[in-house]
């Protein structure tokens, strides 16, 4: 198993320090990846820019590119030059994002996310193949444009700049079962969050097993598909201390990321079987009660989907996530404590195993 680093979007607003520290420690402790995420304030390119520059052998990745906010082109033309500039080190990161994000803030329809998905995948990787001139034909995109509104002039082409790696590995960041099994079909590694090891095949087996069969069957879990879930790590002698910001992070996405009848976060924490919480803590969020949310999050699910408290206790926990399918861990956190205990604990044991 291996360890990467989940940088948050709203720590950038403080300046390049801590995560330009945090990045710099993962590197030391043997962590394969950092990563960046973007919602509606830091993106999440110019982040991975900067650590590229002041690492040196770990990969950058995006978790994720929002796909609405980019055309295929621009993903793969950005793409394209981080990886140069890097020396081959992205990973590439994409995900459909939700409604109220890609309507309200880009201003796109949030329509067909599962289609739309696969055709933006298949442009940035014939641009990034740089084959021929590209054009494309789908129902989301068309290469060259196509639409009533054009000029008529538009004309294929081919990326100007010769990429380092004609296959940067592209990473799906996916919760329904749809996006799952699309993203176990076509993509080299998938981002979900709040995942619990302990249900991994009961949840999402069916979808995974179905996408590895449409890739051609041979495709699984390992180097072929890597599953990286990120996980909140919060390490401290009170468990219920460590506990709370997890509880806090959590009701804000179960309670009020999505609208009401379409929060996916709210979906997923239902099918691992806390219906009833899920329905409390959107209740109380929506009623303006958010400390009441935050108290309606069950310890149990905590304990499922991250590792809080002392290294010992987060050692036991661990348990479940080596006897999963799960290949990397993503840990989130911004204690440089968290890091080193992380990497004690997994890459020590992987090493020895």
Known sequence: MELGLNLAHTLWDKGVEPNLGLSQQAERLGFSAVWTEEAYGADAVVPLAWIAACTSTIDVGSAIWQIPA????????????????????????????GPQVVEGWHGQPYARPVSRTREYVEIVRMILAREGDVSYSGRDYALPYAGDE?????????????????????????????????????????????????????????ALGRGFAAAGGA???????????????????????????????????IGGMGA????????????????????????RFLAGDRAGAVT????ELIDEVALCGPPERIDELLHPWRKSDVTTIIVD??????????ADLVLDRTAAA
């Not at 996980?231 to 009701?251: F, H, L, M, T, W």
Request: glycine share 8%; net charge neutral.
């Open 333 to 342: 956190s911004h204690e440089p404590r968290a890091l080193e205990v992380m």
């Open 150 to 206: 054009g000029s008529g002039l538009g004309k294929p082409l081919r990326l100007i700049i010769h990429p380092l790696r004609s296959q940067v590995p592209v990473y799906l960041g996916a919760l329904g079962p749809r996006n799952v099994e699309l993203t176990a079909e076509i993509a080299d590694g998938w981002l979900p969050i709040f995942l619990a090891p302990r249900r991994l095949d009961e949840v999402f087996g069916e």
């Open 70 to 97: 980019r055309t295929p082109a621009m993903a793969a033309m950005t793409a394209a030059t981080l990886d140069k500039l890097s020396g081959g080190r992205l990973r590439l990161g994409l995900g459909a994002s």
């Open 260 to 283: 009401p009848k379409m929060n996916f976060s709210n979906q997923l924490v239902r099918r691992l079987g806390y219906e009833d919480a899920a329905e409390e803590i959107q209740r």
């Open 296 to 299: 309606a999050v069950p310890d």
């Open 219 to 253: 495709k699984a879990p390992g180097p072929q598909f890597d599953i990286a879930p990120i996980v909140s790590v919060v390490v401290g002698d009170d468990v219920e201390a460590c506990r709370q910001p997890v509880k806090e992070k959590i009701a804000l996405y």
